[in-house]
């Protein structure tokens, strides 16, 4: 029987942090694997090419650390993406284009 996708996650810290430790320091846990119908929820033909880049990468993102400054956990929203340094957008957008239509062996098998 086949296995519906399992994506591949990893947590990753972004490079605006590197130079912070502990609670300091910004991470995320993001979907790293080949890309999905996933990928492209809430994208429609007429988004604009960033807005469509942050709707990916919040579909991707499932945690953070980032808080307000109250303390209180952000949601991981497409205003919140595009918050982000430019740095770790890169960072992140990198990450995926190298997975993005990447295909394993035992994918392929299929």
Do not use: C
Request: net charge negative.
């Amino acid at each position: 029987m086949p296995v519906l996708n399992q994506p591949k996650t990893d947590k990753v810290f972004l490079p605006s942090t590197k130079d912070k430790t502990g609670d300091d320091a910004a991470w995320v846990e993001i979907v790293t694997g080949p890309m999905t119908g996933n990928d492209l929820i809430g994208i429609d033909a007429g988004s604009h090419k960033q807005i469509a880049t942050y709707t990916m990468l919040k579909n991707r993102i499932l945690a953070w650390n980032y808080t307000d400054v109250s303390g209180v956990a952000l949601p991981i929203t497409v205003e919140n993406v595009g918050r982000l340094a430019w740095s770790d957008l890169q960072f992140l957008q990198d990450m995926i284009e190298k997975e993005v239509g990447t295909v394993t062996a035992e994918e392929k098998k299929t």
